[in-house]
């Protein structure tokens, strides 16, 4: 009699149960959950390679990555533009400093001037090692040095009396190496990019209505060179290393005869 006694209360436990299934702590009503989870929804966030060269500016604080970041991309807008240097690195910067025109103008000039730093970030003992701790006229200064390190290390200027230039660009993943080559064999100029890739890429060089383009499957070393009866005042070199960052690192390239 027992036996059937525990049989029955068993089996009504197990039907209320299934009609009122306990809840999670987190949970305030009844959750269908999916047997398995979409591959798609697993994909990590985009891979920021470019942002390692921050290492190689060597700035006397280092900036968030989330402002570096944003600082790199404005940058790529404006190292095609034909404005002054100072004015590139004001129009870079003004947008994380809103109504601050006039200080981040004063603050440019005074970043021009100065070899390496601007005197806002000297290395005098209340300067602190984190970018929050800065005061903002310290921030904007700081915004403006790492402005002018990536706008120069982005433009390479070749002519006759320097007809090679190189630049080396930290990655999450190695150091990618350019090297721009400029020179004429009669009334034809030649300009050559020879580059070192970290991961497999592909290089795009476009000017005066011409492009030429070369992929890599494989990290090692890539060319890709433009002839030209008369050279244009810049060409653009696209850098697209999908393994590092979903954008193209933009380079410009300044020949001058």
Known sequence: MQERFQSVVKRRLQIHIENNPPLFPWESQLVEYPDYIEESSLALTPNWGWLAQQAKLNLPVTLPEKVFQEILEKCQQMVTSSLPLGAKLVQVVENFFPNESKTINDLAGLVLRTSYRSPEMDTSPHIQSDYADLDPRQQMALSLLAAKHLLTNLTLPVSTAQPVVERLWLTSLGALTLRVECYTQGDVTQLVVHSDLPTQGILTLQG????????????????????????QSIYTLEVDCPELDQQPLLFVINPSI
């Open 208 to 231: 005066n209505g011409s492009i030429a383009m070369a992929q890599s499957s494989t990290p090692g070393c890539l060319s890709v060179e433009l002839s030209c009866k008369q050279l």
